[in-house]
């Protein structure tokens, strides 16, 4: 699994970094920021998914 | 009940709430089957948008599609809805049949407020209501809004920003109950300054029907001021989608269900049924009701009543959530702690970048917790929880 953030339509909230900190963090501007470029761990996949499933702007893309 | 007797939970609902709902039964090590009922035709996406960039024809549909789970055992079923509960057979009736679980999220979510239920209301709620308004406002020059809580004023600012003549009607000064005078005045003089017109009409608001049809035309005040629009859109709230809940001996309080601090709707008879979200009311220990209809709200929710329903009594129990934002008139707002903070702010700051603000409330007497809004602010919203966070556990200690 592979995570894709759409850093142009991300408001900041945090949600993501909350839900799943291992995988999404902010930057100095409150934008999301991937921990992972490639390939998630096996065992980070469902927390992927529940991080990018309560964006409220449906910025992020678990593939 | 324990995770390890639950082999079949349904989740009644499809938005954002049931979604968190069966993530969370997952990341708790449940590995039984999950239905999930919802009545919409499309798979589930967020709302947010709807006031603003969908409105707005920024973004698409399928931007505002939730990321569909890779999960095998989670069965969607799209076009159905919960019809009926009988919480002492485990049985959630359905237009296909009956369906038993060992395990129930109520999660249906609410529907918009109508003022005039005989005329043909617009309100914003679905994907649907945004295309109809969408195509009304096409062929459109003005908009009359009936409500400015935050969706009808986003709905006011993406429609000036659309070119069109808005006017804005409420009994109540637009914003002031969530944002507070001084940043909802703020929020209105920013209205004002791109052509809004802003009416506060005291003596109450009806709608008005066309002579003899049922196109609304406009809204009349109680003392006699009409206001019109080529389009008129209700947007005074939203009402939970309990009905299906009528005869299933749940208590319910204004419509919502009630339900404890863990989620639960019966502790001592039916601790395998919780609810989530919009369509349900939280009961605390001091027997004071809240109900938060938030996108955070139902995110937290969620992940708490589903720990309860998996642990019991062990999970910890849920706190009113304590963000939500908005988004309008060129301006990004961000409210942490207690809503509607009144008096001038503790500390105001500008950020020397972006030329943001941050302005902090500490407790008063009429408000337990400090408050926190950001203005076009890149401050992130869990740097100021965190430090919230720290205060409780200072006045605590």
Redesign the interface.
């Known amino acids: ?1 592979k995570v894709v953030a759409d850093r142009e ?1 991300c ?5 993501c ?3 799943a900190p291992e995988i999404y963090d ?1 930057d ?3 934008i999301v920021v991937l921990r992972y470029s490639e390939e998630i761990p096996a065992e980070l ?3 992927a ?2 991080g ?7 910025a ?3 593939l | 009940m324990r995770s390890s007797e639950l082999r079949h939970v349904v989740v009644a609902g499809g938005s954002v709430a049931a979604m968190t709902a069966a993530q969370t039964l997952r990341m708790e090590g449940f590995d039984g089957i999950i239905t999930m009922l919802s009545e919409e035709e499309r798979s589930p996406y967020t709302r947010v948008p709807l006031s603003k960039e969908r409105l707005a024809d920024i973004a698409t549909d399928d931007d505002l599609q939730l990321a569909t789970p890779s999960d095998v055992d989670l069965h969607l079923q799209l076009c159905m809805p919960a019809t009926a509960l009988d919480p002492v057979a485990q049985l959630v009736r359905t237009p296909a049949g009956d369906l038993s679980y060992d395990g129930l999220v109520i999660a249906t979510g609410a529907r918009a407020r109508r003022l005039a239920p005989e005329l043909d209301e617009l309100v914003l709620r679905q994907l649907e209501d945004c295309h109809l308004l969408q195509e009304r406002l096409s062929a459109a020059r003005s908009l009359l809004v009936v409500g400015g809580g935050f969706l009808g004023m986003e709905v006011a600012s993406t429609a000036a920003g659309l070119g069109l003549d808005v006017t804005v009607v409420d009994v109540v000064p637009p914003l002031d109950r969530l944002l507070g005078p001084l940043v909802a005045g703020r929020v209105r003089k920013a209205a004002q300054a791109q052509g809004v017109r802003l009416v506060v009409a005291e003596s109450g608001i009806g709608l008005v029907g066309d002579r003899g049809g049922k196109r609304v035309r406009g809204a009349m005040t109680g003392d006699g001021r009409f206001f019109g629009g080529d389009v008129v859109l209700t947007a005074a709230g939203d009402v939970p989608n309990s009905s299906w809940l009528g005869r299933s001996g749940l208590s319910l309080s204004n419509g919502a269900v009630v339900v404890d601090p863990h989620g639960r709707v019966d502790a001592a008879s039916f601790p395998n049924v919780v609810a989530v979200g919009d369509v349900a009311v939280t009961r605390l220990g001091d027997g004071r009701e809240t109900r938060t209809a938030t996108w955070t709200n139902a995110v937290e929710q969620a992940g708490t009543a589903v720990r309860s329903l998996l642990h019991g009594e062990e999970a910890s129990p849920y706190r009113p959530a304590d963000y939500f934002w908005t988004h309008q008139f060129g301006l990004d707002i961000k409210l942490v702690g207690s809503p509607g903070p009144s008096g001038q702010p503790t500390t105001s700051r500008i950020d020397p970048v972006s030329g943001g603000t941050l302005l902090v409330w500490q407790p008063a007497a009429n408000r337990p917790a400090p408050t926190a809004v950001t203005i076009n602010h890149p401050m992130r919203p869990a740097k100021l929880r965190r430090m919230f966070a720290a205060t409780r556990t200072q006045i605590a200690g």
């Open positions: 699994m339509r408001e900041g909230h945090g949600l970094a909350d839900a902010l100095e501007d409150a996949e469902r927390k998914e529940g990018a499933r309560v964006c409220p702007v449906a992020l893309r678990a």
